[in-house]
């Protein structure tokens, strides 16, 4: 591991007098996917830099414990030799997960798509309640949301939601959202107290940029058309909303969120891009899950990976049979633990895989 450790900080140096070269500005390309391997390797090369401090450390204490006479230092010594193995232990274990090649897609911004399901109209409130309880945590993360295209439900919630969420790792947490969030509750509208099921469907698309998708202009189609819903009368009655269709593939994407038809059609096209680009990253997670026994991040997203139900106050990721009667802390935004708990066990899966 060691010596894995030291090939990787050397090349972090190198790679930081690549970046401090002046001619590398020239290839604006480069230098973006440079800048991205630097920073993605700084946590590794930290934990390197505490690893080899501990490992010279223990190293220097059982020196000292073979030259050593007085028994109260020894004592001392073999004290301190404990805490610097565990810590040892600790560390390789750490490092063992660190040195996972990572998904390339995890330190993306993220589309975020959600779609009522299965359930009429307390489907579509219940898509409003995921929109809610997501809009919470990217609060609590610092993140920006941007919204690009919206179908209001009748009686509330959304039919469809479309959002861009920019920060740190978006796509690298928010992956484990894609798929069939279930509710088993008693809707507004129901006037017996029956419990009923219903779903809304969640997508987390990476977000692509010109260097990852190459779109043509002859290839797109622009359409233009007035924006509908809530936004004021300007908002209505001008041709600002765009619809966009990539006449080769035939993926079609909308914006009619900014009253600016420029922003709407930068929107729109972001969206494009990425369901562009979406087409060869499922390649790769087809490969990767017929490789895995279990998939946690990806996989079929007609799947049922989430149940919420109210008259228990009970969230089930079926993924990982992980259960918690936590729920409307859940709903208020708080999934940080449910996605840690997938992390863990997608990387102990990841680990099982390199090992074998």
Request: charged letters at 30%; a negative charge; hydrophobic letters at 35%.
């Amino acid at each position: 591991m060691l010596e894995k450790l030291e090939a990787i900080y050397k090349r972090f140096q190198e790679m930081g007098e690549m970046m401090n070269d002046p001619n590398l500005m020239g290839d604006m390309k480069r230098y973006i996917k440079l800048s991205k391997d630097y920073k993605e390797l700084q946590p590794i090369v930290e934990a390197y830099k505490t690893y080899k401090n501990v490992m010279d450390n223990t190293d220097s204490t059982k020196e000292m414990l073979k030259t050593e006479k007085d028994e109260e230092f020894r004592e001392m010594a073999k004290l301190e030799l404990n805490e610097l193995i565990q810590k040892r232990e600790e560390l390789e274990e750490e490092i063992r997960l660190m040195l996972i090649p990572a998904d390339p897609q995890d330190s993306k911004n993220g589309i975020m798509e959600i779609r009522a399901g299965t359930g009429g109209d307390e489907a579509s409130i219940f898509a409003g309640d995921l929109y809610r309880m997501y809009m919470k945590f990217f609060e609590t993360k610092g993140w920006k949301v941007e919204l690009v295209d919206v179908t209001e439900g009748t009686v509330g919630g959304f039919k469809e939601i479309i959002l861009e969420v920019k920060g740190d790792g978006v796509y690298g947490q928010m992956k484990y959202e894609s798929g069939v969030h279930r509710v088993q509750r008693v809707p507004k509208t129901e006037t017996q107290g029956r419990v009923h099921t219903s779903a809304a469907s969640v997508v987390i698309l990476p977000e692509a940029d010109e260097f990852d998708v190459e779109i043509l202009p002859n290839d797109i189609r622009k359409d233009l058309y007035c924006s509908s819903g809530p936004g004021g009368q300007s908002v209505n009655t001008t041709y600002s909303a765009v619809r966009l269709t990539h006449i080769p593939t035939g993926i079609v994407a909308t914006c009619q969120d900014q009253k600016s038809q420029i922003k709407n059609y930068e929107k729109a096209l972001s969206v494009l891009r990425s369901r562009i680009y979406e087409i060869e990253y499922q390649k790769y997670l087809d490969e990767v899950s017929s490789k895995r026994k279990t998939m946690v991040s990806t996989g079929d997203r007609s799947a049922k990976i989430r149940t919420y139900n109210w008259p228990q106050g009970r969230v089930t990721d079926h993924r990982i049979n992980l259960t918690m009667y936590n729920l409307q802390s859940i709903i208020d935004g708080d999934i940080q633990e449910i996605i840690d708990q997938l992390q863990l066990a997608e990387n102990a899966e990841r680990l099982k895989m390199e090992i074998n």
